[in-house]
């Protein structure tokens, strides 16, 4: 099963404030972890919500509003995708993130037999040869 950590912004983040040196090893050290343990699909850092846009449809139609959003709490700084057995261990994983401050969130990420009967024959072979040719692309 793949989970997404989420890391939530705060005014720190917000305000573009780098981590240390410190954090960084501490950090890259969490994240060999994750890759040692054979369960890191992706994970990265994200720049402040003020260097960011938001696209938001309404009546089919998409309008643009630049950053920055209010609400630190409410933004993303950063994830991990990570593949495990249950929602404890992604928990587990996520009360090792080698943090002082902060929150991270755990969500499941939707697999294709997830969505039932609605994720017919033909939208599973059509997701499987995206997810192939994504996969060719990275290598």
Sequence with gaps: MRFMLIVK????????????????????RFNEELVNAGIML???????????????????????????????KELIAGYWVIDVKSRDEAIEWARRVPF???????????????????????????????RERIAEQRD
């Excluded at 912004?9 to 890259?28: D, K, S, Y």
């Excluded at 003020?50 to 630190?72: C, H, K, N």
């Excluded at 997830?114 to 499987?128: N, S, V, Y």
């Design 9 to 28: 912004a705060n005014e720190e983040t917000e305000a573009g404030v780098m981590p240390t040196e410190q954090e960084l090893a501490e950090m890259g």
């Design 42 to 72: 992706a994970g990265d850092g994200l720049q402040p919500s003020s260097a960011g846009a938001r696209v938001t449809f309404s009546g089919g139609r998409p309008s643009v509003t630049d950053g920055p959003f209010t609400e630190a």
């Design 100 to 130: 002082q401050e902060g929150e991270i969130e755990v969500r499941k990420v939707f697999e294709t037999e997830d969505f039932g009967e609605a994720a017919t024959p033909e939208i599973r072979e059509h997701e499987q040869r995206l």
